[in-house]
């Protein structure tokens, strides 16, 4: 059974920093692409990072390049997302996920999200 599990959210100023970090079970999490996204009210999930089983590919979204950073710890089974430069238009229910199969088509597995919140 995968399961994912994100915290480190919460509220902050504009320009401030948070971390944070998706605990990872159920499946091969070293074999694992890994992904985060994010929900903003009123909007649909969007896209934000990905990074590859071993770590060496990483995209990010136009929005956040230059500000957020994916890492992973493969021996701990987790996923972070550092974000620095935070901006009120980053304020979204950010969720971590993992592909279901090599078919981008077939969905992904999704944690239960932890709202980031940046006030102006």
């Known amino acids: 059974q995968v399961l994912l599990v994100e915290s480190g959210g919460g509220e902050v100023q504009a320009g401030g920093s948070l971390r944070l970090a998706c605990a990872a079970s159920?499946?091969?999490?070293?074999?694992?692409?890994m992904e985060w996204f994010r929900q903003a009210p009123g909007k649909e999930r969007e896209f934000v990072a990905r990074?590859?089983?071993?770590?060496?590919?990483?995209s990010y979204a136009e929005s956040v390049k230059g500000r957020f950073t994916i890492s992973r710890d493969n021996a701990k089974n987790m996923v972070f997302l550092q974000m620095d430069r935070l901006e009120p238009e980053d304020t979204a229910v950010y969720y971590c996920?993992?592909?279901?199969?090599?078919?981008?088509?077939?969905?992904?597995?999704w944690g239960q999200g932890t709202q980031v919140t940046v006030s102006s």
């Open positions: 996920a993992r592909a279901k199969t090599i078919n981008p088509g077939d969905g992904y597995y």
């Open positions: 990074i590859s089983y071993g770590g060496y590919t990483i």
């Open positions: 159920g499946f091969s999490f070293s074999s694992s692409r």
